[in-house]
């Protein structure tokens, strides 16, 4: 740090910084709590909705920098909220509203941090953190305040010390921090969109009972199922095959959370049994890596993640694209999905080339690394749900799922005679196929 720095500091009244492990800061005024963080730092590139990003669960132990210069323009909305409250661990923005205004709001983005004990600041460079996050990678950080009356390099010194102190996302079980299934029976209402055809009609024409094991979720996924006639029965992340069972469930869903996929071993386990047993299943981002190790692959980290609500994502088969809302830190390794598996990745991300879903050949079951339900982004892909429910009410494949496909004749081992039979115990020729032979003209 620089005499030009103080002065800087100084211009621009900074009572704020907030610190990279590798020494690189940006000043700023502090809003919000009035307390220091530490944790990753990440971007994200909706230009919509602080207040869905704030409340997402998956950004536990996260920083967020909002790359949209005016943030907090419409206030706090109680339908906005995706959880009982913020998660992410500070807020860093360019412009915050000083006069936000509109007719749901009922608090601003300011008091709803300070009430909920999250700092925020403001005046940042916002453009230059970006870029120096896309150059180098996502990293560690802490955020606080400057005091006038201490000597500046120190405390920015200390703030740095704090960066390179914090403890890593993979360090940390961050699911058994936000997996709270108690908390959904108190969602806020939301109007969801359809993929197709009368919401009130497909609720009218459906009793499926779906279990979804809660890693963290977002309140739209739930509102989606609910919405197309589902009874949901919320489960912990923990959750056992005794307790599925317990349900009724005719079909799962594995929701998205925060955290490192490899940290999910139990998920992974239970993923398994529940694919041996046959029964539908869809997994949601950290779902989706779940389901990825559950067929014997692998993850890794990507360099600065996936956070926005326009992400391209293309179904190689149909050549067809999506634009989705995104926001994870890991990737299921394409290389590591064997044919044995079943498996098949179905969807891939355009900007980077990484896996967007999976897809079973020969069992109802896929997964997107991606957010069908938006909040924030576009609602073009809230069809998935449709496609899963369908899955549930009449035997297809995931595969088949995934394109809405009628079902298919069934050669031993795989869908329409296509793929290698699976080498898992249990995933052969059971109950699934039976019943799904039985409804496939000769």
């Known amino acids: 740090m620089t005499d030009g720095s103080l002065e800087h500091a100084r211009m621009i009244e900074a009572d704020g910084c907030l610190a990279l492990e590798d020494g690189r800061t940006f000043l700023g005024r502090v809003f919000g709590a009035s307390v220091q963080a530490q944790g990753e730092i990440v971007f994200n590139t909706?230009?919509?909705?602080?207040?869905?990003?704030?409340?997402?669960?998956?950004?536990?132990?996260?920083?967020?920098?909002?790359?949209?210069?005016?943030?907090?323009?419409?206030?706090?909305?109680?339908?906005?909220?995706?959880?009982?409250?913020?998660?992410?661990?500070?807020?860093?923005?360019?412009?915050?509203?000083?006069?936000?205004?509109?007719?749901?709001?009922?608090?601003?983005?300011?008091?709803?941090?300070?009430?909920?004990?999250?700092?925020?600041?403001?005046g940042v460079d916002t453009r230059?953190?970006?870029?120096?996050?896309?150059?180098?990678?996502?990293?560690?950080?802490?955020?606080?305040?400057?005091e006038a009356n201490d000597g500046f390099e120190e405390q920015v010194a200390r703030l740095v010390n704090h960066a390179c102190r914090a403890t890593a996302l993979s360090d940390q079980n961050l699911v058994a921090q936000v997996s709270l299934p108690d908390t959904l029976r108190s969602r806020a209402d939301r109007q969801v969109a359809s993929g197709g055809g009368s919401m009130s009609e497909l609720k009218a024409t459906r009793t499926l009972k779906i279990a979804v094991i809660d890693c963290g979720i977002k309140h739209n996924i739930v509102r989606s199922l609910v919405s197309r006639g589902a009874q949901v029965s919320m489960l912990g992340w923990m959750a056992t095959w005794e307790e599925i069972e317990a349900t009724g469930a005719q079909g799962v869903v594995i929701s998205?959370?925060?955290?490192?996929?490899?940290?999910?071993?139990?998920?992974?386990?239970?993923?398994?049994?529940?694919?041996?047993?046959?029964?539908?299943?869809?997994?949601?981002?950290?779902?989706?890596?779940?389901?990825?190790?559950?067929?014997?692959?692998?993850?890794?980290?990507?360099?600065?993640?996936?956070?926005?609500?326009?992400?391209?994502?293309?179904?190689?088969?149909t050549g067809r694209v999506y634009i989705t809302s995104q926001n994870h830190e890991f990737q299921v390794d394409a290389a590591s999905i064997r044919d044995s598996s079943g498996f098949e990745v179905s969807?891939?991300?355009?900007?980077?080339g990484s896996v967007e879903g999976l897809a079973h050949r020969s069992l109802p079951a896929f997964s997107v690394q991606y957010h069908p339900e938006g909040c924030p982004g576009p609602q073009d892909n809230q069809y998935l749900f449709e496609r899963f429910l369908d899955m549930v009410e009449r035997p297809v494949t995931g595969r088949e799922a995934l394109h809405g496909r009628s079902p298919s004749p069934l050669a031993p081992g795989g869908s329409g005679g296509s793929g290698p039979p699976t080498s898992i115990e249990g995933w052969g020729e059971g109950a699934f196929h039976r019943r799904r032979s039985s409804m496939v003209e000769p």
């Open 46 to 122: 909706s230009m919509a909705g602080y207040q869905e990003i704030l409340t997402d669960p998956s950004y536990r132990g996260q920083m967020v920098v909002l790359t949209h210069p005016q943030i907090g323009n419409y206030g706090i909305q109680q339908q906005a909220a995706e959880s009982s409250r913020p998660w992410a661990t500070a807020l860093i923005v360019r412009d915050l509203a000083a006069t936000p205004n509109h007719w749901l709001m009922v608090d601003t983005l300011d008091h709803f941090l300070r009430e909920a004990g999250v700092p925020g600041l403001q």
């Open 128 to 146: 230059a953190l970006t870029r120096h996050l896309r150059t180098y990678g996502t990293m560690r950080a802490a955020l606080g305040s400057i």
């Open 256 to 317: 998205n959370g925060p955290g490192d996929p490899i940290r999910m071993a139990g998920a992974a386990q239970l993923t398994r049994e529940i694919l041996q047993r046959e029964l539908p299943l869809l997994g949601i981002c950290l779902g989706h890596q779940v389901m990825g190790l559950a067929a014997g692959g692998t993850t890794s980290r990507l360099k600065f993640g996936h956070h926005g609500g326009n992400h391209p994502v293309q179904d190689p088969e």
């Open 347 to 352: 969807l891939l991300n355009l900007n980077d």
